[in-house]
C-alpha cells in the first residue's frame, strides 16, 4: 500500500522487515515475493537505497543484491 500511495522510504521499511523474516524462516515463496517488490521500487520507483538494505539481510555485497533484484524485476517483467 504505502508503494503504491509513493511513499518509498515507508514501503522500503516494510519491505526491509518482511525480507528478514522471510529469510530467517527460510520462506522461498514469500521471500521471491518481497524480492520482486523491492526490485519494482528501486528499478521503477527509483529508490537507490533498495540494493543497500537488501544487501545485509542477504549476507551478500551490493553488487550481488543488485543482481537479483536486476533478474527478479526480469522475471517478474516476462510472467515467471
Same mark, same amino acid.
Given at each position: 500500500?504505502a ?6 522510504a515507508e514501503? *522500503? &521499511?516494510?519491505?526491509?522487515e518482511a525480507l %528478514? @523474516?522471510? /529469510? *530467517?524462516?527460510?520462506?522461498r515463496y514469500n521471500?521471491? @515475493?518481497? /524480492?520482486?517488490s523491492?526490485?519494482?521500487?528501486w528499478?521503477e520507483d &527509483?529508490?537507490?537505497s533498495v #540494493?543497500?538494505a /537488501?544487501a #545485509? @539481510?542477504? &549476507? %551478500?555485497? /551490493?553488487?550481488?543484491a543488485? *543482481?537479483?533484484?536486476?533478474r %527478479?524485476h526480469?522475471a ?5
Open positions: 500500500m508503494q503504491e500511495q509513493r511513499r518509498w514501503a *522500503e &521499511g516494510y519491505y526491509k %528478514a @523474516i522471510f /529469510v *530467517e524462516y527460510n520462506e521471500l521471491s @515475493i518481497v /524480492v520482486r523491492m526490485a519494482r521500487l528499478l &527509483g529508490l537507490a #540494493p543497500g /537488501v #545485509p @539481510i542477504l &549476507g %551478500a555485497t /551490493v553488487e550481488q543488485e *543482481e537479483l533484484l536486476r %527478479a526480469a517478474s517483467a516476462s510472467g515467471e
